[in-house]
């Protein structure tokens, strides 16, 4: 099974354009059910793996740091804005129970996941995290010692709102590429639909969210969500729509990467091969 490739500008460097989202892995607890999916994503060719100090109850950075450690191969991009939880097992527990649940009924889980981000509003029109110089500083270090590497590849502000998005922030993020401790920069917003904003070199949105038209032809564009909505609106992926969405990210998006999740390694094998259809 073959992957497309795409460049990594900012990186130079080539990746296969499937990338795995980080968001469900959790360690501890957790740690084997979760290592074998990044073991499955390897083994599928990905080499882009997505992940940030909120995802897994704040632990998921350490499941990446016990499979892949400081490996070369691998593009890892990590982000500062959303702050890290306390580790809660019980969330964990809760959530493994409770997606059986979920799976049965798509409308439940809509309504779930609408629930959770009124609660914690996202996307550009988010609430706001602190991206003042030490705080940056101190999620990156954090960050670079629970994935056991001494940089990563992307680093990126996590749901900043428009104002963050200044100058001296941006500063921020070049003085850690400057000081060796990430290799390019950007941000990440889990909206839909907002125009990319010149950020470093890294815009991560929503899929299908406006493609950069900016002058900067070393942006780099990564995708989330295309297996979350169809057609801008949320419809979660059958296995019988897996290719077409491929095909259809592939028509639209051919030089960007695509973070997906999934929460088993079967699913993501399916993914996975509806992906190389293309190549
Ligand atoms: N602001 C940000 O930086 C931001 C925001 C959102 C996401 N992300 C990144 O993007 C990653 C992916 O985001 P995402 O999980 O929202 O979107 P996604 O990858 O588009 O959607 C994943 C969901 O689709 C389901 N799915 C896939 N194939 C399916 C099939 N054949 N049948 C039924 N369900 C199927 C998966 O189910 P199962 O769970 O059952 O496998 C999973 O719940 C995250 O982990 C994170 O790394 C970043």
Redesign the pocket.
Known sequence: MTLRAVELRPLGRTVPFLGF????LSGRGSLARSARLVETALELGVRYF???PS?GGGTAEEVLGHVIGDSQEVVIAT?HGIPRPPYRPIYERVRRLA?PIL?GSQSFRHLVRRVRSQARP?GLLAERHDFSATAIRQSLDTSLRLLRRSSVDVF?A??PVPEDLTPETAQHFADAVKDGLARCYGA???AMGESPVVFGNVW?S??PGCLWSGSGSDVMHVF??????RDGVPC????AD?EWRMRQFAALAPASVL??????PH?LR??AKAAALDA
Do not use: F, M, N, P
């Open positions: 989202g980080c968001g469900t997505d992940v940030a995802y982000k997606k799976d996202s990126l996590h749901e990440a917003v889990g991560q929503g899929w989330h969500g295309a297996l979350r909505y979660l992926a059958t296995d897996l973070i997906v999740s999934a929460s088993t699913r399916q993914i």
